[in-house]
């Protein structure tokens, strides 16, 4: 967890210091660095509903601080559930420090930009599944 957040803040303090608000810049072939701000949810969703977002957010990591409590000796639940609130936290931050969420890496085909919170989020949640259908292949 703590290492998702170290490492999101990282990145979009060195996009912030190197590419302008608004502003872009190719990184590779088919990546593009961006400098935006988002209000909504990841990828642009429910924009402009700050206090709506906020307790969908709180809901989910409380949902899921009780699902690893009750489940904590499962092998390998502690990574999903690290990046999941790793990668909360780390868009929480920018929140409360800047009112938005920073998003910086945009890919082609009209895909919103995004952050490695983000990343981490997705990451996290099919981690989980996976985890979680393990255990139901494998038994209590």
Same mark, same amino acid.
């Given at each position: 967890?703590?290492?998702?957040?170290?490492?999101?803040?990282?990145?979009?303090?060195?996009?912030?210091?190197?590419?302008?608000?608004?502003?872009?810049?190719?990184?590779?072939?088919?990546?593009?660095?961006?400098?935006?701000?988002?209000?909504?949810?990841?990828? /642009?969703?429910?924009?402009?509903?700050? &206090?709506?977002? $906020?307790? =969908?957010? *709180?809901? #989910? !990591? %409380?949902?899921?601080?009780?699902?690893?409590?009750?489940?904590?000796?499962?092998?390998?639940?502690?990574?999903?559930?690290?990046?999941?609130?790793?990668?909360?936290?780390?868009?929480?931050?920018?929140?409360?420090?800047?009112?938005?969420?920073?998003?910086?890496?945009?890919?082609?085909? /009209?895909?919103?930009?995004?952050?490695? &919170?983000?990343? $981490?989020? =997705?990451? *996290?949640? #099919? !981690? %989980?599944?996976?985890?979680?259908?393990?255990?139901?292949?494998?038994?209590?």
């Amino acid at each position: 967890m703590a290492a998702v957040v170290a490492v999101d803040q990282l990145t979009k303090h060195l996009l912030e210091s190197s590419v302008r608000g608004g502003g872009e810049s190719k990184l590779i072939p088919g990546i593009t660095l961006v400098n935006t701000r988002n209000r909504g949810i990841a990828f /642009g969703l429910e924009a402009g509903s700050g &206090a709506i977002v $906020s307790v =969908v957010i *709180g809901l #989910a !990591l %409380l949902a899921l601080l009780v699902y690893f409590a009750r489940n904590a000796t499962r092998p390998l639940l502690w990574l999903p559930t690290g990046l999941l609130f790793g990668g909360a936290i780390g868009n929480i931050v920018d929140r409360v420090r800047e009112g938005a969420v920073t998003d910086f890496i945009k890919l082609p085909l /009209g895909w919103p930009p995004f952050n490695l &919170a983000d990343t $981490s989020i =997705v990451l *996290g949640v #099919a !981690l %989980l599944f996976a985890v979680i259908d393990r255990r139901r292949h494998d038994g209590p």
